[in-house]
């Protein structure tokens, strides 16, 4: 599938924003997707990732879960690959194609993290991923909130800097996927990355503590209030 934003992938401008390509969030990210498939009792023996960037997090997966026989990661991204090639073993392998467009092994489950607002057109990103898979999980950004509609700088900043063009609401990403026929199993928030940083400004850390507090009082409410959340969703 091509569009215009592929640019910024495949030409390597993504890699001078993003060195490291996020890998320092992938063991977070790999433990909550193993949660979550393990509470709804799934076990799955082959994994593939959409936009694997740099790897990290399906090599974090074959190492909590061994009973994964195969797991493969597709990037457009040359230099992303060129990263995950690194990890590679005889279970874990990675691609330098566009999974979406091509015909490839239909894996138990199929991972869509942090792709979908880097998509033009989403919507026919997901059709054409409906049916590539048994299950999914997607992690998708909730960047719209009244934080971030007051100081639309924000989204501007996501925009530059990590190549967000879309922006999401809890609620639109429910109407989106039953746009496109998925039935969502289970889901939850995610807390902002800021929050797993351990140095932080003290301006950071105000801020932490008190959507901290939001949050533990109303959920819901504190995500539309901040932003920066995101949701993990399994889907079918």
Known sequence: MKNSSNELYTSGKYMQNKPTWDVEDSEWKAKMIYELYKKNKL??????????????ILE??????????????????????????QRE????????????SGEYAHPDLLLVIDVLEHVDDYYNFLRNLRHKSSFFIFHIPLDLSCR?????????????????????????????????????????????????IKRITFKRRI??????????????????????????????
């Open 43 to 56: 076990a799955p023996k082959s994994v593939t990732e959409v936009g694997c960037g740099a790897g990290a």
């Open 60 to 85: 974090e997966l074959s190492i909590k879960d061994s009973n994964i026989e195969t797991l493969d990661g597709y990037d457009i991204s040359p230099q992303a690959i060129s990263l995950a090639k």
């Open 89 to 100: 073993n005889n279970k874990l392998k990675f691609y330098n194609q566009d999974f979406v």
């Open 148 to 196: 971030s509609i007051l100081k639309p700088h924000i989204l501007l900043q996501q925009r530059d800097t990590v190549g967000h063009i879309h922006y999401s609401s809890e609620e639109m990403v429910y109407w989106f996927l039953k746009d496109i026929g998925f039935e969502i199993i289970d889901w939850h928030y995610t807390k902002p990355v800021t929050d797993m």
């Open 207 to 236: 801020k932490k503590f008190l959507r901290n507090i939001s949050f533990a009082i109303n959920k819901p409410l504190s995500v539309k209030l901040w932003g920066s959340y995101s949701m993990l969703i399994l889907a079918r």
